[in-house]
């Protein structure tokens, strides 16, 4: 409710009416000039009330967010159609028999690639001698979908 109502007070604003209302002035109808100075003035009167009113408005709704927390960046590559491989991410679980082996013990498919680990908090880049742990979030790029099966069996999660 918090968020439909911090819409309907922003709205849309902008340059759709003030086009709309340059069509009066170009078919000639007459006072679209007053009509078109009136839209302008609404348009730019409503940006600055509500535009300047948002962040107060969202914080008594408590939808704003901490200027303190931590950016995100989203991993997603688009890849062309020419490009056959694809990203997928593999979660390690707890009592996996892969946990306390090396990412060379997995005996992964040669088509698949470790790219990223993310342990807890930290990102860690791998390397053959890298020791697995449970809860581990692996994302592997890999050329063959049917490799998704294999990766799974390798880790013991199959």
Do not use: H
């Amino acid at each position: 409710f918090n968020e439909k109502l911090l819409l309907s007070w922003v709205g849309l604003r902008g340059a759709v009416p003030i086009v709309f209302a340059t069509y009066p002035m170009i078919y000639g109808i007459s006072k679209a000039d007053m009509f078109f100075n009136l839209v302008f003035f609404i348009v730019l009167t409503s940006v600055l009330v509500q535009g300047t009113t948002i962040s107060i408005f969202a914080k008594k709704l408590n939808l704003n967010e901490d200027d303190n927390s931590k950016i995100r960046y989203p991993l997603d590559i688009e890849l062309s159609d020419e490009v056959k491989s694809e990203l997928i991410e593999i979660t390690v679980p707890e009592n996996c028999s892969a946990v306390g082996k090396s990412i060379l013990e997995l005996n992964m498919p040669l088509t698949a690639l470790i790219v990223l680990i993310k342990r807890k908090n930290n990102f860690i880049t791998p390397r053959g001698s890298t020791v697995l742990e449970g809860g581990d979030k692996m994302v592997i790029m890999t050329d063959n979908k049917n490799d998704v099966y294999f990766i799974n069996s390798c880790l013991g999660i199959i």
